[in-house]
């Protein structure tokens, strides 16, 4: 690796040359690819573009939130995950309690589907202002300010970023889950690991797998980190079971239960289970039904298992040298997370906004070469490539659908090569955490 050398060049032209060649080639070069091929338009990511500058949601995540509050007040001692809703109810109830809030405040439906578009729109942009944030804290450790080109590249980036702008859209939980993720990485980078610690349980009282940040907390021996996990994650079970009573929250663990055995396999399933059932054309594909579950096959499930254990006890056990325990390593569980699951849906994946955002401004920034692993994996992950779609009826070919599971495999290795290849005597470990 390259000599690095504190306020060196910092090649901002060049991120923000890669930002507009991306969405060019993903909105503009796909769509004329496939007229000259006469496919017909694959689609595009404007409607959801026109969905957020509009402040318009659909209810993916509200409306079984909302339905399941209607269900307990209406019948306080019947098991709420039992209740007949339109589409199930999959977060635990700790998530419930900012919607409870709203009810006591007196806010109708309508208002409270008003405020939590507004405020999702608000995380969209906070996801972009964390990660400007960070990357003025990384280059201003290294003797260099963020320039305007760096700042516009990153927004951009962000409104670019087709998972993240699919989560706004479909009215998902998963819009605050990326914000609390690149604040999460920017508290970990500035060194105050506690407060990091507790916005990984606010984390996990929406998406349970981001339990696997508590354990890599105990196995990278932060204590501190661990311990506000622990405390924030017992306040949050505490208000819950308050609320709606132990019974329905230890009703959760049955609904992990069946997740774990049951998902989807529509290409919007970017995960290895997923990837499975498309190539051996189990299950629905293009078409996607929201109570359709793909056939159980005992070998796929297996197979995303052993993946699952394969992706996250890597991250746990390698060698990471001078970054273990660091940011990098931190991004690096985050991935193994999501895409562990075996329903990862492509809107999960707007974590990688503050992890690509961390890996430029504080590695790749400074190269004199271009980091094209890095670009690759970025590009696949922000962008939204229907073209793809038309493999799907070709046997091994649509492998290819999955391009956003292979683009954050691909990102989690560029860390953890990171890790391996680092110039040590280039830096100092602080500019790391």
């Known amino acids: 690796m390259e000599e690095q050398r ?20 993903a909105n503009v070069g796909q769509w004329a690819l496939c007229r000259v091929l006469h496919l017909g338009n694959p689609g595009n990511m404007i409607p959801d573009l026109k969905a957020f500058f509009h402040l318009r949601q659909w209810t993916d995540s509200w409306l079984p939130m909302m339905k399941s509050l209607d269900y307990f007040q209406a019948y306080p001692a019947q098991p709420i995950y039992d209740a007949k809703l339109y589409d199930t109810l999959i977060y635990s109830l ?33 996801v972009a202002a964390v990660s400007i944030a960070m990357g003025r804290w990384l280059l201003r450790r ?32 998963q819009t605050f889950l990326s ?32 339990v696997l940040l508590l354990v890599w907390m105990l196995v990278r021996r932060r204590w501190g980190a661990a311990a506000a996990f622990a405390a924030c994650g017992s306040l949050l079970l505490a208000a819950s079971a308050a609320v709606f009573g132990w019974h329905n929250n230890l009703d959760y663990l049955g609904v992990l239960a069946g997740l774990s055995h049951k998902a989807q396999s529509h290409y919007a399933n970017q995960s290895m ?22 056939p159980y096959i005992p070998w796929v499930y297996r197979v995303t298992v052993a993946t ?38 492509e809107h999960h994946y707007g974590i990688v906004v503050g992890i690509a955002a961390w890996a430029w401004f504080a590695q790749a920034c400074w190269w004199e070469r271009r980091p094209w692993v890095l670009a690759v ?24 659908q999955s391009y956003l599971y292979f683009g954050a495999l691909m990102l989690m290795g560029w ?14 470990t602080a500019v790391w955490k």
């Open 6 to 25: 504190p306020g060196g060049r910092t090649h901002d032209r060049r991120l923000l040359g890669f930002v507009l060649v991306s969405l060019l080639l």
């Open 94 to 126: 700790a998530s419930e309690l900012p919607l409870v809030a709203m009810r006591r405040l007196g806010l109708s439906d309508a208002a409270m589907l008003r405020t939590l578009a507004v405020l999702s729109f608000a995380a969209v942009w906070g």
């Open 142 to 173: 290294r003797g260099a300010e963020m320039s305007w080109t760096a700042a516009l590249a990153v927004v951009l980036a962000t409104l670019g970023c087709y998972p993240l702008l699919k989560g706004y859209s479909l009215g998902n939980a």
């Open 179 to 210: 914000f609390g993720f690149t604040l999460l990485l920017l508290l970990w980078t500035t060194g105050r690991e506690r407060w990091a610690g507790a916005v990984a349980a606010l984390l996990s009282a929406v998406k349970p797998q981001f």
């Open 273 to 294: 289970f997923g990837t499975i059932n498309r190539m051996i054309f189990n299950g629905e594909n293009l078409q996607y039904h929201p109570y359709v579950y793909t």
């Open 308 to 345: 699952s254990l394969l992706l996250v006890g890597s991250v746990l056990v390698y060698p990471w040298r001078r970054l273990r325990g660091t940011t990098a390593d931190l991004a690096a569980m985050g991935i193994a997370s999501v895409a562990a699951s075996p329903m990862a849906w």
């Open 377 to 400: 994996a970025v590009f696949l992950c922000l962008n939204f490539l229907p073209a793809f779609n038309y493999l799907a009826d070709l046997p091994g070919w649509n492998v290819l």
């Open 415 to 428: 860390l953890m090569w990171l890790g391996r290849e680092m110039d040590e005597t280039a830096m100092g």
